[in-house]
């Protein structure tokens, strides 16, 4: 099962940017989808964005229009572009995985989060 360690959090004031990055522990393995999720202190884990195998692409309603969920296809990192940051986006963001084994066996992998803090 791959492994995911994301970065790129941190503080940034609002109307800014940031670009968060998930590295898999190797380049070579199938998936579903890969996704970021987000979570806020006192508040359930959030979907933000996912990206099929197929390269099509969803969002939650709140961040459509200001982040853009990416994969490089040499390194196959997944990047979270986030734009128009304002406090609301504050929250630990985790990269999620469910790959394929074998012939056609899931599994769930997750990284262990970047924090993002969105404030003057």
């Known amino acids: 099962q791959v492994q995911l360690v994301e970065s790129g959090g941190g503080l940034v004031q609002p109307g800014g940017s940031l670009t968060l990055a998930c590295t898999p522990s190797?380049?070579?393995?199938?998936?579903?989808?890969m996704d970021w999720y987000r979570q806020a202190p006192g508040k359930p884990r959030e979907l933000v964005a996912t990206?099929?195998?197929?390269?099509?692409?969803n969002y939650v309603d709140s961040v459509a229009g200001r982040f853009t969920i990416s994969r490089d296809s040499a390194s196959k990192i997944l990047y979270l572009q986030m734009n128009s940051l304002n406090p609301e986006d504050t929250a630990t963001y985790s990269c999620?995985?469910?790959?394929?084994?074998?012939?056609?066996?899931?599994?769930?992998?997750w990284g262990q989060g970047t924090q993002v803090i969105v404030s003057l």
């Open positions: 990206l099929r195998a197929d390269g099509t692409t």
């Open positions: 999620h995985v469910l790959g394929i084994l074998g012939f056609a066996n899931e599994y769930h992998s």
């Open positions: 190797t380049r070579d393995f199938r998936f579903y989808t």
